[in-house]
């Protein structure tokens, strides 16, 4: 058993040996890929987050936008915008009156 586990050995070096820069290439390229902090793994990862993350953002600019229009509505002072606004909410009834009272 420890024998046939030389002999492979024996044959590995024998291939490194016969193929110096192929063996270095192998090495080299499996350090980028697997073991290195800054490994294609991650990059691919984080390349993944970054786009979820850009994504998320866009939503949120176009949520953004909308309470922004909405708000320009609101401060605008146009009564009846508010008096919608607020009977959808149910704060006031059909008939009720708003008063607004500016300081």
Same mark, same amino acid.
């Given at each position: 058993?420890? =024998?046939? +586990? $030389?002999?492979?050995?024996?044959?590995?070096?024998?291939?490194?040996? /016969?193929?110096?820069? $192929?063996?270095?290439?192998? &090495?080299? $390229?499996?350090? %980028? %890929? &697997?073991? /290195?902090?800054?490994?294609?793994?991650?990059?691919? @990862?984080?390349?993944?987050? +970054?786009?979820? =993350?850009?994504?998320? +953002?866009?939503?949120? #600019?176009?949520?953004?936008?909308?309470?922004?229009?909405? =708000? @320009? =509505?609101?401060?605008?002072?146009?009564?009846? &915008? %508010?008096? /919608?606004?607020?009977?959808?909410?149910? $704060?006031?009834?059909?008939?009720? #009156? +708003?008063?607004? %009272? @500016?300081?």
């Amino acid at each position: 058993m420890g =024998l046939r +586990i $030389l002999d492979r050995i024996g044959s590995v070096a024998g291939w490194v040996r /016969d193929h110096k820069y $192929l063996s270095v290439t192998i &090495v080299f $390229l499996t350090i %980028i %890929i &697997v073991v /290195d902090d800054n490994n294609m793994i991650s990059h691919i @990862k984080n390349r993944a987050a +970054i786009d979820e =993350l850009n994504e998320e +953002i866009s939503a949120m #600019e176009a949520d953004s936008a909308e309470f922004q229009s909405k =708000l @320009k =509505l609101y401060t605008d002072g146009d009564i009846s &915008v %508010i008096e /919608d606004v607020a009977r959808e909410q149910g $704060l006031i009834k059909k008939n009720e #009156e +708003i008063y607004i %009272i @500016k300081e």
